[in-house]
């Protein structure tokens, strides 16, 4: 089964399938040859966040790669790239500063994707109905940027059912009242015109099969909202074999002694091959493979997964995603109001 180099959005604009993640990437010289590098094999779409600290440098070696005609012929147009909002900046007038500051720092007329990173609001209580409403208003400023250009396409992440069907369900006068950014205020003071609300393009969350939610993919994709996943990999702990400890990062990451890959990843690998090449289900790799070959192939199995998922021969990956056994590697916005 082939799998899509690009998918399609509600509005028309075009997302590469697969992209750069640069999480944890903030030296610029690494930075530099990461991109060179991944545009050299063909990735197109990069990822970062305003919380990465590394849009800044992300501008600058893209800049010099156009400037040096480091990748002949390859212009802004060609790359889709993607940003994402703090959750210290949620609400209308923060959220347009934070987006005018992401353009600034990636020296880009217009940034293709722009995402609420978070559905709580920094400092606020995880209970806290305000979070709500910061979100909303955050939205709002999101939805103008869209209109005026600044936005190709602009969405939401690490959003439950309930937050998503909170936005996408709101009553159309919940855009009232406007803001003095609102591009579709009329310089005359005239009544303003009725504003277009847009529901998400894309909802970026955690997603593998160890996680897979398949009741959100399945509200997305009712909603044409493009589903895109990350920590395709578990943070390298469903490839690893000797997986890493959780990284500390705020009371929200899930520091829970996790499963590590080897309970349920050889089993998949057999399988999979098992159905592919037609051989037996109890074929073993041998001691060098699972050292050498282990990790690579439960990379690709994975990311297939992600591009394929659903489709019937991957079906057997996502009952590891059990209610009883699923494992979130990355934040939980579960208990988000
Ligand atoms: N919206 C959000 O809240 C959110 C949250 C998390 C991530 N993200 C985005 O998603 C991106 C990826 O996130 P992630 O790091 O969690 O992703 P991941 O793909 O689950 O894990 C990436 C790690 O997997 C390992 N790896 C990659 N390819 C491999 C291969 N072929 N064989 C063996 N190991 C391999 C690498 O580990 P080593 O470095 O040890 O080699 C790499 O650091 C981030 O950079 C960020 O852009 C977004």
Excluded at 134 to 157: P, Q, T
Aim: proline share 7%; hydrophobic share 35%.
């Amino acid at each position: 089964m082939s799998v899509p180099k690009i998918y399609t959005l509600s509005n028309g604009v075009q997302m590469p399938s697969v992209g750069l993640g640069t999480y944890r990437v903030r030296d610029q010289a690494t930075l530099d040859t990461c991109i060179l590098e991944a545009l050299r094999s063909g990735y197109r779409l990069i990822d970062t966040a305003t919380v990465y600290k590394n849009e800044a440098a992300i501008g600058n070696s893209l800049k010099r790669i156009f400037e040096q005609n480091l990748i002949p012929g390859l212009t802004r147009q060609d790359i889709f790239l993607t940003s994402k909002l703090a959750p210290k900046d949620q609400g209308y007038d923060a959220c347009y500063q934070a987006v005018t500051d992401s353009l600034r720092n990636l020296q880009v007329d217009y940034i293709d994707l722009y995402l609420i990173h978070w559905p709580g609001t920094a400092k606020l209580k995880l209970p806290d109905p305000q979070n709500a409403i910061n979100r909303m208003e955050s939205w709002r400023a999101l939805e103008d940027l869209y209109h005026v250009k600044k936005l190709r396409a602009i969405g939401v992440s690490n959003y439950t059912l309930t937050h998503l069907a909170q936005l996408i369900e709101r009553p159309h006068n919940s855009h009232a009242p406007h803001h003095p950014h609102d591009s579709t205020t009329t310089a005359t003071g005239a009544a303003p015109l009725a504003r277009t609300m847009v529901i998400p393009h894309v909802h970026q969350f955690e997603m593998h099969p160890r996680l897979f939610q398949k009741p959100l993919v399945d509200y997305c994709q009712h909603h044409r909202i493009q589903v895109q996943a990350y920590s395709s990999l578990g943070e390298s702990r469903l490839v690893s074999l000797t997986p890493p400890l959780p990284p500390a990062m705020d009371s929200n990451y899930n520091t829970a002694p996790l499963p590590g890959a080897l309970d349920i990843m050889p089993g998949l690998i057999r399988k999979y091959f098992a159905h592919v090449m037609r051989t037996s289900t109890t074929a073993q790799l041998s001691p060098e493979e699972e050292t050498e070959e282990y990790p690579k192939r439960a990379a690709q199995i994975l990311l297939r997964w992600g591009l394929q998922h659903g489709a019937v021969d991957m079906a057997a990956l996502d009952a590891y995603s059990v209610d009883s056994e699923r494992t979130r590697y990355c934040w939980d916005s579960t208990e988000v109001c």
